[in-house]
C-alpha cells in the first residue's frame, strides 16, 4: 500500500505514524552507530527523518520526547566507560562454499609444512548470532564484563553482565590468577518472542530480532532492566589466560565447562575437511529446532601450539574460519540502476529494487559490483530479478528471469561521464594489457564525489575514528563549506566560535552534542601514524600496508619526505620503498603518484599543523630482532616463508624482501643466491635458521 503524504494524515493517524517512526529511526541509528551493521541505505534512513520532520511540522503538538529531530544520529555512546582489552577480540574470516573448507584446511598444512599424512584436528561448533563479551576473572572472581567494541577497546559492561545467569560470579574449582573468557550472549526464540509481546504491551520500542534484542538489553544504563531481559550465554574463546593448562581449544573449551560456563553441545572434533563438511551439514538441518539463532559453524584448528603459530593476518586468525549458512533468496523488480562515485572515483552501479522481504530485511538496493557485471547479467531496467543477502547486509543480484522481462527493455549503458563532476570516466589500460574494470572518474579532487568520500574515509573508524563525524554528517558539512579537506575538521570549532551562524543552532544540534562532537575531534590530535597513513586514502594502501609504512619510516614528516623523493625519482628512496615486504610496484607507484601531486602534499601539512601523529610501538620492543630489517632467503627448513614472516614481524622486525645496505640480518637457507651475494657486499650480517631461532629464543 503506498504510503499516505504527510499532509493527507488524520490527527490520530499522525500521531501512530510519528511513534512508528522515532521507533524505527532509533532502531537504525542504534544498528548504524551501536552496532556498525546498517541494514538500510543512507537514502532510506534520510527518507524516514524527512518523513518524521515533515509530520512534525504540520502536527508541532504531537512532538514526542522520543522525536529523533532531538538527537544527532548517534544513539548515546558515552553511557559505559571503555576497556582496552589486553588481547584484542579479534573477527573471523568468512566462507560460503564448501571448497572453502578444504582450502581452509591445505592452506592450514602448507603454513605449518604440515605433510599431508599429518591429521589436523579441527573443531566445530555453531556461529551463535549474538554479541560477544570478554569476561575477566581475577583469582576466581568476576571483576571486568566488556564489549567487543572495535577489537581494541570496548564498553564496560560488567553491571550488566553480572545480572546473567549463565556466567558465573565465581569460577568453581581451582581458580587461575587471571582468566578472560570470551563468548556469546544470545537471547533465546522464545524469549525474544516473549520479550516483543511484553514491550508492545508496555507500549515501549520491540526488537527486529534476537541479536538486536540482546544487544539493547545489555547496553542499558539501568542493570536492574538488563536483569528483566532473559540474556544467556556461551563460552567459546579466551583472552588473557597466563595459566591455561591445556594444549588443545577442545580441552580449554571443555575445562570452561568445568569452571562453569554454559559451552555449545554441538561443539565436535573433526579429523577432516570431509568431516567437518558433514558436521556442518548435521548443524544446518538443526538450524530451526535450536531454540536460538546461528548464522554458520566455526571452525578451529585444535592444537593450541599450532595455533600460535599460525597467527593472525590482519584481524583475523589463520587459525579458524566461519563458515556461513546459504543466503536467504528473494524476487523483485529492478527498478533503476544509480551510479555512486567513490573515494578514488571508482563509479559504482547500484541496483535500485522494488522493496522486497530477504530473511527478514527489506531490501531496496544491490550492489551490482562493475560494468561488465551489468553487461555480462545484461540487466536491463524492469527486469525480474532473484536478489540474496550472504552473510552481510548488502544484497546481490544472482539471477534475471528472462521470460518476465518487459517488451522494449533495452541493454544498461553505463554513462562515460562521471555523474557528480561530468568529467570523462575511463577504465585505465593495466601494464598487462587487461582493461581494468572500474570505470573512474578522472576530476580527482574537482570531483565533489570523491572530495566527500575521502572525507568519510578519513574520519572512518579505522582511520581517524572521530565520533559523531559519520557519514552524513560529513555530507551535510561539506555542502555547506563547513569541511571541504580534512586540516578543516581541526579548525571547525576555532571558525565555530568566531562564526555567527553556530553548530549549536543547527536542526538537530544543540550545545551538548556540539561539545562532544568538538572533544571527540580534540581527542583525534594525536594519533597512531599507522592510521594517519591509512586515512589519507591512497589507492592501495590499506591497513596493513600503512602499518608497514608507519613501522619503517617512523614519523609522518620522514614518510612524507621519503615519498616526495621517490616520487621525484631519488633512487634511494623509491628502492627503500619497493624493497618493503607487501608493497609491490603498483602499491610504491600509487603512493608516490599521491605525493607528486601539489596538492596532496598541501593536504598532509595542513594536518600536521594541527594533529601529531606517534611512531607505532614495536610488536616487541624488548626481542633482540625489534627494530631491525630482517630479509630471509633460500630455502628455510624449520618454518615456511609465511609463518617466518609473521613471526618477525610479532617480534617487531621488518621483514623485507630484498636486501639494501638497510638491512641488519639475513636469514639464509640452502639454495640462497644472489641475495647472499648482496648481503655480503653491503656487509650485512648472514645467518641460518637454527642461529635465527637460537637468538629469537622461540622453540621449535
Ligand atoms: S571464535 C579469534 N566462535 O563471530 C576468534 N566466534 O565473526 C574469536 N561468534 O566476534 C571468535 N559464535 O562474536 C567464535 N563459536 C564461535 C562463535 C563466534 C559466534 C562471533 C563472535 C565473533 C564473530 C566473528
Redesign the pocket.
Known sequence: MPEKSPDQLSLAEAKAELKRLAEEIAEHDERYHGQDAPTISDAEYDALRNRNAALEDRFPELVLASSPSNRVGAAPQEKFGKVQHRVP????GNAFEDSDVAEFLGRVRRFLNLPEATEIEITA????????ISLRYENGELVQAAT?GDGAEGENVTANVRTIGDVPEKLAGKAPAVLEV?G?IYMSHRDFAKLNEKQSRDDEKTFANPRNAAAGSLRQLDSSITASRPLRF?A??WGEAPELPEKTQWDVVMGFKKLGFPV?PLMKLCRSSEELLIHYRSIEERRADLGYDIDGV?Y?VNRLDWQARLGFVSR??RW?L?HKFAAEKATTILEGIDIQVGRTGALTPVARLKPVTVGGVVVSNATLHNEDEIARKDLRIGDTVTVQRAGDVIPQIVAVMLEKRPRGAKPYEFPKVCPACGSHAEREERDTGKTDVVRRCTGGLICPAQRVERLKHFASRNAFDIEGLGDKIIEEFYHDGLIQSPSDIFTLAARNERSLKKLKDREGWGEASVKKLFDAIDQRRSIALDRFIFALGIRHVGETTARVLARSYGSAEHFRDQMIAASHHDEEAWNELNALDGIGAVVAEAITQFFGEGHNIEVVNELLKHVSPSALAAVAASSPVSGKTVVFTGALEMMTREEAKSMAERLGAKVAGSVSKKTDLLVAGPGAGSKLKEAEKHGVEVIDEAEWFRRVGEQK
Open positions: 577480540m579479534l573477527s573471523l561448533e555453531p556461529k551463535i548470532d549474538g554479541l560477544s567487543r570470551r556469546e556461551f567459546y574463546a555449545n566455526v578451529k583475523s586468525p579458524a566461519a
